[in-house]
């Protein structure tokens, strides 16, 4: 290891600051590995004292530089986003890694069964995105339904008093909501909706008649008579291979023509190149997208010339609440496993 620190003297950027490799290496704390915090695909600057009390961080960056002596120093790795792959090359130099901590509740992107087939566990961050993501959902179906986003540009730029016909929105208050998915975020999302007075339909695997009792919610069975009822479609369903693709031509064309689709699950979930036709064609009067494929959309996209659509740049879970308990639940699942305890959030498949 010396040869190391002798031939490499640049300091390297560490989220605390500047730190030699020597200083990296030579902590007390274990090492995790990490997209450099700040920076694309990386947990946001203002968290990294949250995980530097606990651990010593080796940027990817900087583990890319001399991967052969940092990779024994590793023993968990914290996934943000996908910017970091996790693959069987870097499970494979990673010897003494015990755990892999997704920051979130989604982990299509983590091949579960090829890490734990190194004997290395997988933990998320549950239960701490539901409320973030129920809020964003019912902004969006307000922002959609009321025009807000165009009633600000209209403020910024108006040549007259007159608002213009197309701002005229839709009422929420006493319409028809359609959830698919009444998992936990699904089920907050049809809490919020009931002060709205809201008729509430959901379509979900199983039954869930306590909380279908809990909400005036009715179960739909078949997700067509839910589309065909709902003034709003909100979409709140795991990315799987069942569920890639649930929303194409078929379901679009089965909604109201009156109707808004709203997704905050996965891109992958809706069928954009049908989505565009449909909105282009009127088939639905509108989207509004926290999720898309790519993230974040090209410039350009023909998505993103329609005036009958918004799309956020995934954002359920972008709150500084929200954000910061989803850091600490990564470091409380890690410190489990490293020392040798059941973490409370891992991921079995």
């Known amino acids: ?14 989220f605390g600051g500047t730190r ?26 203002c968290f990294a004292p949250v995980v530097e009390k606990h651990f010593t961080i080796i940027p990817y960056e900087t583990f890319l530089l001399d991967q052969k002596n940092l ?4 023993k968990a790795v914290f996934v943000w986003g996908s910017a970091l792959k996790v693959d069987r090359d870097l499970m494979q130099s990673l010897p003494n890694l015990k755990v892999v901590v997704n920051g979130g509740v989604g982990v299509d992107h983590l091949d579960i069964p090829m890490i734990n087939s190194f004997g290395v566990k ?19 179906m307000l922002a959609s339904a009321r025009k807000i986003v165009e009633g600000h540009h209209y403020s910024l730029t108006h040549n007259n008093e007159d608002l213009p016909e197309s701002s005229m929105g839709v009422d929420v208050c006493g319409a028809t909501l359609g959830i698919i998915g009444m ?20 379509h979900n695997r199983n039954r869930r008649k306590e909380e279908e009792r809990a909400v005036g919610a009715m179960y739909c069975a078949n997700m067509e008579d839910l589309l065909q009822q709902s003034d709003f479609v909100m979409v709140v369903v795991n990315l799987s291979p069942a569920t890639q693709k649930l929303i194409g031509a078929k379901e679009l064309a089965m909604m109201k023509p009156t109707s808004t689709l709203i997704n905050i699950s996965r891109g992958l979930v809706v069928d954009q190149d049908a989505l ?16 898309t494929y790519p993230e974040p959309l090209p410039i350009g996209h ?15 879970t972008h709150s500084v609440e929200t954000m910061q308990i989803m850091v600490e639940k990564m470091v409380t699942n890690a410190l489990a496993v490293l020392g040798g305890n059941q973490p409370p959030d891992e991921v079995k498949v």
Request: aromatic share 4%; proline share 6%.
């Open 1 to 14: 290891m010396l040869h190391l620190i002798n031939r490499l003297k640049t300091p390297l950027l560490s």
């Open 20 to 45: 030699t490799i020597s200083q990296l290496i030579n902590m007390e704390k274990p090492c995790i590995l990490a997209t450099t915090f700040g920076a694309h695909g990386g947990i946001n600057k």
């Open 71 to 74: 990779s024994e120093q590793v």
């Open 122 to 140: 997988v933990c998320n961050t549950p239960h701490v995105v539901d409320n973030a993501t129920a809020d964003l959902g019912m902004g969006l």
């Open 183 to 202: 998992g936990r975020i699904g089920y907050k999302v049809a809490r919020r909706a009931q002060p709205f007075d809201m008729k509430i339909f959901y």
């Open 276 to 291: 565009v036709e449909a909105l282009q064609k009127k088939v639905i009067r509108a989207a509004a997208l926290d999720v």
């Open 302 to 316: 023909p998505l993103a010339a329609l005036p009958n659509v918004i799309i956020l740049p995934h954002m359920g």
